[in-house]
């Protein structure tokens, strides 16, 4: 079974940078393509970004991270990473890895089957 476990979150100030990591358990990351969500309170969850198992080529899904959010993995670590900079109050949210299957490539950012638990990042004004 994959498990993933975020790690990272925090509270800082508006224009601060925090690095978020996704470590997999069990099997090889890189096999894995590795997409972010996060949910604001009271707002419905929503993919941030992916990156390919196959060539960490990287599909946005969110505008507005665009220039301030980037996606990396150490696939001898088991390790994804989203690095955001320049953040901002309505980015506040929990933040999650999860990945629809080995050898999956980023699709849409629908039909994920592992999550994991999520990492929490507040961004005060």
């Known amino acids: 079974q994959v498990q993933l476990v975020e790690s990272g979150g925090g509270s800082v100030q508006s224009g601060g940078s925090l690095r978020l990591s996704c470590t997999m358990s069990?099997?090889?990351?890189?096999?894995?393509?590795i997409t972010w969500f996060r949910q604001a309170p009271g707002k419905e969850r929503e993919a941030i970004l992916c990156i390919s198992h196959s060539d960490d080529r990287v599909t946005y899904f969110t505008d507005s991270v665009r220039g301030r959010f980037t996606v990396s993995r150490d696939n001898n670590k088991n390790t994804a990473f989203l690095q955001m900079v320049s953040l901002r109050p309505e980015d506040t949210a929990d933040y999650y890895c999860?990945?629809?299957?080995?050898?999956?490539?980023?699709?849409?950012?629908?039909?994920?089957?592992?999550w994991g638990e999520g990492t929490s990042v507040n961004v005060s004004a």
């Open positions: 999860a990945t629809e299957g080995e050898y999956e490539d980023c699709g849409d950012g629908h039909g994920m089957n592992f």
């Open positions: 069990g099997f090889p990351l890189v096999y894995y393509s």
